[in-house]
């Protein structure tokens, strides 16, 4: 018998691989940016991922069941999935920010019917391209060959997205320009199945019309965040950011600047001075002396203001995760001027890293350490309030010195604010709690962690605008609403303070 040498792969087949290519990094990308939305505007981003990606697998798996009803005409069903993919799922970023805008309650549900509805349509894609290229192909190589360019689309949009898109792009843009790659394989398949499809002239002008919307919104992508923006939050916004960290909003109105992270507000420039000298000088004069000083989170540069105000202090060493906050509050003519030009100051270090590992690797003491990071409302975040956290701390801090942990508010979140107090003792060190209000946030808290008792100081530097001895001696008096609860102690392995947190101001929200 004679045998017969294969044909090599067909100029078409190779270019149906490398549709897989891009349908499986514009895939990926949607769900990705579903993920990423949700983290910012729904907090806990551990939740937010796993439910996404699981709905998502979910919906997948649908649309692969719903292929086996395709059973002609398969170029042209594949060119219209494409079409509909590129549609929904590039406009699915800019659909989510307009919707929380304008009609939050419905952001929801319109989250999951979208992830749903593109899930279903990407399912479809994959069965539908093998299908075709079984034409001239073993099952064998066939598999093999989808499925390594399948995953090779995965991996360069998953490293792609938080390095290279989302900080230079956006959201919106990102998925409206991935809405257009994916409407360009349509078109691709429209030229290479030319003489297999009907109504050509009408796939044409669908493939045309994609294209339009998609290269429309790409050109006023700046326009819709705005619009969404302006809408969602009370000032002008003078600066926006997404970087893969979190989304930056600075806005300005009758009142000043404010911060605002992942849809959070930060600080409002007309109260910010009561939160950060209560912060930063009931333990920073109650050292009498502190000469080293570490913030940690506070990459705005405020607490780092204050702590300037001490003649005594010969370095600062600021942790910052995101080199974005603290460029925008170092460079930033309007920023700089809210810090006074702190982040400038030649007694100050600026390290970009996660305060954990930080800690970890860190070998030096501190007489004075403020810890100044977001409010819990993830996973990420809620690892530097746990126990493990609190152990390195006390690594860190001199014998004679004195940590501070903003705490969220005790009247609000009261639970979550006793957990953090028990956490900080379940680590050997000393808590002392006390509270201030803050127009902008409400009944405020903190709690100082030291070795030793902390003591009442006898003088403050000149010029604060809020605090005073005697007013500082009210802050530790917590009135019968605001007094200490049994609580857990807040681990690794539970993250009891995030469900916590997120529970009672959700009572609050809701």
Known sequence: ????????????????????????????????????LASYLL???????????????????????????????????FLRVELMVALIGGALPAVLFLANAYVPGAFRPLLYGMVLLVGTLVGLEIPLVMRILKRNASLKDLVSQVLTFDYLGALAVSLAFPIVL????????????????????????LVLFRHELRRLHAHALGCAAVLAVLGGGIAGADHLTRLADDHFYQDRIVMSSAT?????????????????????????????????????????AAHGAPRRVAVLGGGDGMAVREVLKYATVESVTLVELDPAMTGLFRDNAMMRALNQDA?????????????????????????????????????????LFTN????????????????????????????????????????????????????SFGEWGFVIASHRPWREPATLPPGLRFLS???????????????????????????????TYEREWGKVEH
Not at 169 to 178: H, K, P, Q, S
Request: with cysteine.
């Open 343 to 383: 982040l400038r100051d030649p007694r100050v270090h600026i390290v970009n890293t996660d305060a954990f590992q930080w800690l970890q690797q860190e070998s030096g003491t501190f007489d004075a350490i403020i810890v100044d990071f977001p409010d819990p409302t993830n996973f990420a975040i809620g690892k």
């Open 388 to 439: 493990s956290f609190y152990a390195l701390l006390d690594k860190r801090l001199a014998a004679s010195g004195y940590a501070v942990v903003q705490t969220t508010s005790p009247l609000i979140a009261r639970q979550s604010f006793w957990i953090v107090v028990q956490t900080i003792e379940s680590a050997g060190l000393l808590a002392t709690p006390y509270h201030v209000h803050v127009p």
């Open 244 to 284: 893969p960290y979190q989304r930056i909003v600075v806005t300005q109105g009758r009142q000043g600047a404010r911060l605002y992270l992942n849809g959070n507000l930060q600080f409002a420039q007309s109260d910010e001075y009561r939160y950060h000298e209560a912060l930063v000088h009931p333990v920073m």
């Open 43 to 77: 907090g806990d981003s551990v939740l937010q991922f796993s439910t996404i990606i699981g709905t998502y697998l979910f919906a997948m798996g649908i649309g692969s069941w719903l292929s086996r009803y395709f059973e002609y005409q398969l170029p042209a069903h």
């Open 469 to 499: 001895l005697p007013g500082m001696r009210l802050m530790f008096d917590f009135p019968l609403d605001m007094a200490r609860l049994p609580a857990e102690v807040n681990r690794l392995s539970n993250q009891v303070l995030v469900t």
């Open 166 to 189: 989302v900080p230079k792009l956006g959201l919106v843009r990102t998925g409206l320009l991935f809405g257009f790659m994916n409407a360009a394989v349509a078109v691709w398949a």
């Open 1 to 36: 018998m004679t045998n017969v040498k294969a044909a090599g792969p067909r100029p078409i087949d190779v270019a149906l691989l490398a549709s897989v290519f891009v349908i499986a990094a514009c895939g990926l990308l949607y769900e990705l940016a579903a993920g990423a």
